[in-house]
């Protein structure tokens, strides 16, 4: 090193020495270098932030983002199709639904409200007051049919009914003869028919009638459609009714509805276990277990 060298490092080498004395003249480093990092990716400038409008709408959170408390919203309903129109029921139809519920009070309350009443719905109204044995007003409404149709059969059947019920058999009579005359082979006419007779004692006459009742209709004895009205017979008329109607049954093959009217026949008092077993009309049912219990628990002593 030259002089001129040495001259001028003195004071630099002075000047480093007072640099390195002075505690806040560098910044302390650590000893250890730094270990290197991933690169991060270039972040955007950041830019200051604009002030959101009150109502800004919120945007949905991430996976690891608190949701914010939900405001109660007020339910709504869900939109309903107008129902469709439905006709209402005319007086004739709303008093035919109340009838076959039984309600016959409101029923004929029904038909009452019918502007034009026609033969049908004066016969119904007929049978409503016969279900409740109003007779007189019966009676009433079954006229006012049949002059509107002097011809319906059902109409002077169920006139029939009603003067049996009143025990009035002959003139019962004379209305059964005029239906069988517009509708002779109506099953439930013929039964009516048998039953009159029966009640006065033709009792040839009325096995006829169950005979061709049978012919027509061989369950006419189990059901029926018609109006079913207390039968107004004596205790030995209804008796031989049963007797009959047992008769008929067999001749119809149905051992089960026989064995029941003989049942009602002994019950009645008309007949006895011997006549019955005595009987060739139910020879067919001698074999039956239901037949002879029925006759060894009559014949049993009381």
Not at 110 to 121: C, I, N, Q
Not at 146 to 171: E, F, I, R
Not at 175 to 187: E, F, G
Not at 258 to 282: H, V
């Amino acid at each position: 090193m030259s002089r001129f060298d040495k001259r001028l490092s003195l004071p630099a080498m002075a000047m480093l020495a007072v640099l390195m004395a002075s505690p806040h003249a560098l910044p302390a480093q650590s000893a250890a270098a730094p270990t290197p990092s991933a690169p991060s990716p270039v972040q955007p400038e950041a830019q200051p932030a604009a002030q959101a409008p009150a109502s800004a709408p919120s945007e949905p959170a991430t996976q690891n983002q608190a949701l914010p408390p939900a405001t109660p919203q007020p339910f709504s309903a869900m939109p309903v199709n107008p129902p469709t129109p439905i006709n209402p029921l005319t007086p004739e139809q709303l008093g035919d639904s109340l009838t076959g519920h039984q309600r016959y009070q409101a029923a004929i309350a029904a038909y009452a409200k019918e502007k034009d009443p026609t033969a049908g719905l004066w016969n119904k109204m007929g049978i409503a007051y016969q279900m409740m044995f109003n007779l007189k007003d019966a009676t009433r409404c079954y006229n006012a049919s049949l002059k509107l149709d002097p011809h319906n059969a059902k109409v002077l059947n169920n006139l029939g009914t009603v003067y049996d019920s009143l025990k009035q058999y002959g003139t019962g009579e004379r209305y059964y003869r005029k239906a069988l005359k517009i509708d002779p082979h109506a099953a439930l006419i013929l039964r009516n028919f048998g039953s009159n007779q029966l009640a006065q004692h033709r009792y040839k006459k009325g096995w006829e009638a169950y005979q061709s009742a049978l012919k027509a209709d061989p369950q006419i004895f189990e059901t029926h459609t018609g109006a079913s009205v207390q039968n107004p017979a004596s205790t030995q008329d209804r008796g031989a009714m049963h007797y009959y109607m047992a008769r008929g049954c067999v001749s119809a093959g149905n051992s089960e509805c026989a064995i029941q009217n003989l049942r009602l026949a002994l019950n009645e008092g008309y007949t006895n276990p011997q006549k019955i077993a005595g009987d060739n009309s139910f020879a067919s049912l001698r074999e039956l277990p239901a037949f002879q219990q029925l006759i060894a628990a009559q014949s049993a002593p009381q």
